[in-house]
């Protein structure tokens, strides 16, 4: 695998905002996704490392191995019936419509994410990055069902607070660093705001219809698959003509430089280099 390299800022913020169409990825006949990298966003990504926007149809990837992060599995409402998730820390589970599942998988554990048959996952695979202190933790996850996000409401629209805070509501609560996400729906004519921490970064993807998102620092009109970065931002408004669907995650950056190696993130290559030994070696324990 090809190693990768946070820019040398590690998450300043250089700019007013960054936008990225980010790269299709097709993998056989039953997975297709709109990617997006942490380099496209000049450090503003923080503490996100990696968003896939996916369709899966058929099992795709097999068991693999997590290292250094979290990967976060965000169902949206309209797929189609079950995603199977399996891990290494004895979680056997069927992820339905509007689920989240977190596995913080840290010095390293094993995944196996997959379609029942006849379903249609539509969701967003996000690597959350972990700070030094928290990379060799022991591995752990939780899942939270749709039933028990709390929903906000905006001017003929709303948000599905699936983590974080708003509007006095509590979702699930992100481990090791503040992370807020909204799923947001919004009708024609319809308004959403959301205030939140000016410290926090900010990372949005409209996933269906058109939406203005205008934040203390500026205005933009973004298409579907069109993502956004931007710091420095305490009201964030979004609103649309026709109708939208978007998601907005909001974090607490950590300013820390990291290696990326595939699915795995570590301070050094050295790192990288023990956990695919340890994976090779069976240390990372098995699900099947």
């Known amino acids: 695998m090809n190693t990768q390299h946070i820019d040398k800022l590690a998450g300043a913020a250089c700019e007013t905002h960054v936008l990225s169409d980010g790269r299709p990825l097709s993998i056989g006949d039953g997975f297709e996704a709109q990617s997006y990298q942490h380099a496209d966003f000049r450090g503003l990504m923080d503490p996100l490392i990696m968003v896939d926007h996916f369709t899966m149809t058929k099992p795709t990837f097999g068991t693999h191995a997590h290292a250094g992060l979290s990967a976060v599995t965000v169902m949206f409402e309209d797929s189609e019936g079950a995603f199977h998730n399996r891990d290494s820390l004895g979680n056997d589970l069927d992820l339905a419509p509007g689920d989240l599942y977190w596995f913080k998988a840290a010095r390293g554990a094993l995944h196996n994410e997959a379609t029942r048959p006849g379903a249609k996952t539509h969701a967003l695979q996000v690597f959350v990055n972990l700070s030094a202190e928290h990379r060799h933790d022991a591995p ?10 709390p929903q906000l409401a905006g001017d003929r629209a709303t948000a599905r607070l699936v983590l974080g805070e708003g509007t006095g509501l509590q979702g699930a609560i992100a481990p090791d660093n503040p992370l807020t996400l909204l799923d947001i729906n919004i009708q024609a004519g319809g308004r959403f705001r959301h205030t939140g921490s000016k410290d926090h970064h900010n990372w949005i993807l409209p996933i269906k219809g058109t939406c203005q998102v205008t934040w203390n620092a500026g205005a933009v009109d973004l298409q579907p698959g069109k993502a956004m970065a931007f710091a420095d931002a305490t009201d964030i408004s979004f609103f649309s003509e026709l109708g ?15 290696v990326q190696r595939g699915p795995y993130a570590m301070g050094t290559a050295e790192e990288l280099d023990a956990v695919e030994a340890a994976y090779r070696s069976g240390r990372l324990g098995s699900i099947d």
């Open 244 to 258: 939208a669907h978007v998601v907005l995650f909001r974090g607490q950056p950590l300013h820390q430089a990291f």
């Open 140 to 149: 752990a996850a939780f899942h939270v069902a749709a039933a028990d996000i």
